[in-house]
C-alpha cells in the first residue's frame, strides 16, 4: 500500500502552492477537484447515470455537463442533492485511490480542500494543513480572484473553523511567511514523508 499524504486547509491558504512545491520534488499529486470533474467528463460512467436520473437536458450540445442546471436541480431539491451525492461521492473516493495505486513517487499528496469536512482524512495516513490567519485568507483570495472580501468570508465561515481543523491536523505548515520561508517547511516535511513511507513499505 502506498504512503498517503492528505493535503488540506481553508479558502487561499496556499494548498496549491504546497502542492506544487511537493510536484517539483516528483511526488504524485491526487488533486479531488480535478478528480470531481474527471468523475463527469462527457462518456464517463458518471455522467451517463446523471443523464439517466436527470434526463438529456442536463447535458450540453457537446455532451458535457450543464453545470448551470444542475445546479439549478440541487439547489431546489434536497433530495436530489443527496442523490448526486450518494452517486458522485463514491466513485471520486474510487478515482482518487486509483491514481494513488497507479503512481510510482515514494509517496503520494492528496489534494482536498475539505478533507475533514468529507470524512477523506480515512484514506489518509498523515494530514498536513496549510495554515494562515483568516485576515491572509481574505487578502491573498479577494486578489487572486478579485473578489470581495465578503465572498471570501462567506466561504471561510462554510468551511470546518480553523481552530478544528489545526486540532485534526497531524502536520502543520504556517505558510504566514514569504515563499522562501515555505520552501524550507516543504523540504523538512518531504524529508519526514519519505522515511515514513520507507518505513510503511
Ligand atoms: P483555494 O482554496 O482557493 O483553492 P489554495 O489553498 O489552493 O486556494 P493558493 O491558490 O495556493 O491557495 O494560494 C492563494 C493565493 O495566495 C495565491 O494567489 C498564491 O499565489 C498566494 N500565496 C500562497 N502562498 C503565499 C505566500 N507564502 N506568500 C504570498 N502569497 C502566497
Known sequence: AKFIVGLTGGIGSGKTTVANLFADKGITLVDADIVARQVVEPQSPGLQQIKQHFGEHICNTDGSLNRAVLRNIIFADDKELQWLNNLLHPLIRQTMLQQVAQATSAYV????????????????????????????????????????????????TSQISRKDRLAKADDVIDNQGDLADLTVSVDALHNQYLKLAQQTL
Open 109 to 156: 499528496i492528496m489534494v482536498v480542500p475539505l478533507l475533514f469536512e468529507n470524512g477523506l482524512d480515512r484514506l489518509v495516513n498523515k494530514t498536513l494543513v496549510v495554515d494562515v490567519a483568516p485576515e491572509i485568507q481574505i487578502s491573498r483570495t479577494s486578489q487572486r480572484d478579485n473578489v470581495p472580501d465578503s465572498q471570501v468570508e462567506q466561504i471561510i
